[in-house]
C-alpha cells in the first residue's frame, strides 16, 4: 500500500473542510507531523515494546525503564539509540527483566512480542507496509498487550498513513472538544460524525486536536 503524503495539501482540504479547525490550524501553524526514523531491522519491534514499556507510566519512568532495558538488548552496533533487539529480550531471563522495572505482565507481553517477531506472527515492516489499516491493526493487536490504539499509533507515526482517527485516545477526545467549544465530553458517535468531513486526512486533524491539547495551559 502506498504510503507518504504531502502535509501542505492535507492541510489545505482541512481548512477548506472545516471552518471551526481552520482557525484552530491558522493559530498553530504549519504541520510537522513526520515518520519516526528508520533504526534499521528492529524498528517495528522496538516501538511495539516501547509502547508495552509506556502503558500506564508517566513518560520520565516510562524512559527510565527503558533506557535500562536498551542497555541490556539494545543493538547499538546499528544505531546509537540502541534499538531494542528482539532475539536479546528473548535470551535475557525474567528476572533480569524484572530488574529493569518491568512488572510480570509486561514481561510476559514483552515475551510473546518477541516470539511473535521473530516466528513472523507479525509480518516485518516491508510486509506490513503492502497491508490496508485494518488488516495492520488486525496483526499487531494479535499480540499480547498490544491494543487498537497502539497500532493506530504506529499507522500515524511509523507507517505514515494519512487517514487515522483514533478515537480512543484521550488527548484527540480533549482536543475536539477545546476546537468545538464543547462543555460536556464528547461520545465516540459525535466524534465519528465530526471527524467525516476530514477524511481522507484525518491523521492530520488528530496532530491539530493534540495541540488544542498542548495549548491548553497558556491558554489558562
Known sequence: MPEGYDRV????????????????????????????????????????ASSILSQQLSVGAAATIA???????????????????PDRIAALPDEELRACGISRPKVAALRDLADAVRSGRIPDLQVLRGYD??????????VRGIGRWTAEMQLIFLLDRPDVFPLA???VRRGLERVLGLDTRATPAQMVEHSRRWAPYRSVAAWYLWRAVDQAPAAR
Open 133 to 142: 489499516d485494518d488488516d495492520v491493526v488486525a496483526a499487531l493487536t494479535a
Open 9 to 48: 495539501t492535507a492541510v489545505r482540504y482541512l481548512r477548506e473542510a472545516d471552518f471551526t479547525l481552520r482557525a484552530h490550524i491558522d493559530s498553530v501553524g504549519p504541520c510537522t507531523l513526520r515518520p519516526a526514523p528508520d533504526m534499521g531491522p528492529h524498528t517495528l519491534f522496538d516501538r511495539l
Open 169 to 171: 485516545d484521550v488527548g
Open 67 to 85: 533506557g535500562r532495558l536498551r542497555d541490556r538488548a539494545g543493538d547499538a552496533d546499528r544505531h546509537p539509540r540502541r534499538p531494542l533487539d
